[in-house]
């Protein structure tokens, strides 16, 4: 299981997706407190506390797409690894984008992995299975 009680976070616009996520942590056993936001500006309102009567738990890991209205990933990307203080969350890039400059993008924004969202919603428990196995073993850094 993920270390420690921090939360994973998904930003991601398309509701069935964040389902499939959702269904595929159940099914996998991991026990993970998730947080979704709809687009990077509502992710990047969780992470610096300026939702109103919010209980801030800043996630251990970021799986993020990038094509999304308002803020897309990579503003979102650019946001954050711009900020000391949510630099070092490890983001994952889950996007249905086979474009080689998204991906070299992406890397120059220092994310976690580059991982390209399935066809076969069941194919999500793969993803999952192989997450919880390399959170498992990571020591992440404490964001305070």
Do not use: H
């Not at 509701?15 to 509502?42: P, Q, R, W």
């Not at 999500?124 to 196995?133: A, C, E, G, P, S």
């Amino acid at each position: 299981m993920m270390r420690n009680g921090s939360p994973l976070m998904i930003v991601e616009d398309n509701e069935t997706d964040v389902m499939c996520l959702k269904k595929a942590f159940e099914k996998s056993g991991v026990g993970k407190a998730i947080i979704t936001a709809s687009n990077g500006e509502e992710a990047l309102a969780y992470l610096k506390g300026d939702q109103p009567k919010q209980d801030l738990r800043i996630p251990n890991l970021i799986l993020l797409d990038l094509n999304m209205p308002i803020m897309n990933g990579f503003e979102f990307l650019d946001a954050v690894k711009s900020d000391a203080r949510l630099k070092a969350i490890p983001v994952v890039v889950l996007t249905s984008s086979t474009s080689s400059m998204d991906m070299n993008d992406s890397y120059n924004n220092s994310v976690a992995g580059y991982i390209e969202k399935p066809m076969d919603p069941e194919a999500y428990l793969d993803i999952v299975r192989v997450l919880d196995q390399y959170w498992s073993l990571s020591y992440l850094p404490t964001i305070n």
